[in-house]
C-alpha cells in the first residue's frame, strides 16, 4: 500500500541534472514528503524532505506542486557516485512508514 | 555515536532453525523500525516499534516477533526459518513522527 508512485528506473548524463519525479496524491495534510538514497546494499540514507514549501540543502532540491500532490527530487549536477535507489516516502500522521520500490537512476560518464 | 548498529552482518541458517537479529540504537530515539529487503526489491516494513513498550505489524510481519528491549534496543526473532525469509534486514530508528529516519548497515540472511 505504498502512498508514492515512483519511476523503476531512469538514466542521467553526467554533469546535467536528474529531475526524479513522485507521485503521491492521497498525502495528508500533516505529512511530509522525505526522499531518501540507497547505494549499492548499504542502509538508505537521507536526503531532503519538505512539508509544503520547496526546499534545498547541500545534496539537492525539493520542488513539491501547490496542491502537495506531486514532488521531484533534484540533483543539480549529476555524478557517477549518485547512482543509486531513490526512494520518495510520505509520512508523519504516524508511526508506519512505506518505501515502494524507489526509482533506480543511472548515471551515465 | 555509533548510530544505529545490528548484528550479526552475516547468517546463515537452515530451514527450521530460529534466531534474533539485534537493534541497538544511541541516538535517544523513540521509534524504531525492522525492515526487509530482497534482491532487487524495495523495502517492506516489518514491524515497527512507536515508543518504548509498543510494538505494531507492518506490510510482512508473518513469521517474525519482536521486541522492544528497552529504548536503545529492537530485536528481531525468526522462530522457524524459511527459504523466503533470506533477504537483507535492515534496522532504522527515528526521533519523534515526521522525522529523519536512520538505518542501520544491515544483516544479511540466507536461509538454506
Known amino acids: 500500500d505504498a502512498k508514492t508512485t515512483q519511476p523503476t528506473s531512469m538514466d542521467c548524463a553526467e554533469g546535467r541534472a536528474a529531475n526524479l519525479p513522485c507521485n503521491h496524491s492521497t498525502i495528508s495534510g500533516n505529512e511530509y514528503v522525505y526522499w531518501y538514497r540507497q547505494i549499492h546494499s548499504q542502509g538508505p540514507q537521507y536526503i531532503i524532505h519538505?512539508?509544503?514549501n520547496n526546499e534545498t540543502n547541500e545534496m539537492a532540491s525539493l520542488i513539491i506542486t501547490e496542491d502537495r500532490k506531486s514532488s521531484t527530487l533534484i540533483l543539480p549536477h549529476a555524478t557517477l557516485r549518485d547512482t543509486a535507489v531513490y526512494y520518495c516516502?510520505?509520512?508523519?500522521?504516524?508511526?508506519?512508514?512505506?518505501f515502494g520500490a524507489g526509482t533506480r537512476l543511472f548515471v551515465k560518464a | 555515536n555509533a548510530g544505529v548498529t545490528q548484528t550479526p552482518k552475516f547468517q546463515v541458517l537452515k530451514t527450521g532453525q530460529s534466531m534474533t537479529l539485534q537493534c541497538a540504537q544511541d541516538m535517544n530515539h523513540n521509534s524504531m523500525y525492522w525492515y526487509r529487503q530482497d534482491p532487487g526489491m524495495g523495502l517492506r516494513l516489518i514491524y515497527y516499534s512507536a515508543s518504548e513498550g509498543t510494538t505494531d505489524k507492518g506490510e510482512v510481519p508473518n513469521g517474525y516477533n519482536v521486541s522492544r528491549l528497552n529504548k536503545r534496543e529492537f530485536s528481531l526473532r525468526l522462530e522457524s526459518a524459511a527459504p523466503s525469509q533470506t533477504s537483507v534486514y535492515f534496522c532504522a530508528s527515528i526521533r519523534d513522527m515526521a522525522e529523519t529516519q536512520y538505518f542501520g548497515p544491515g544483516t544479511r540472511l540466507l536461509v538454506l
Open positions: 519538505g512539508l509544503k
Open positions: 516516502i510520505v509520512y508523519g500522521g504516524g508511526f508506519k512508514t512505506i
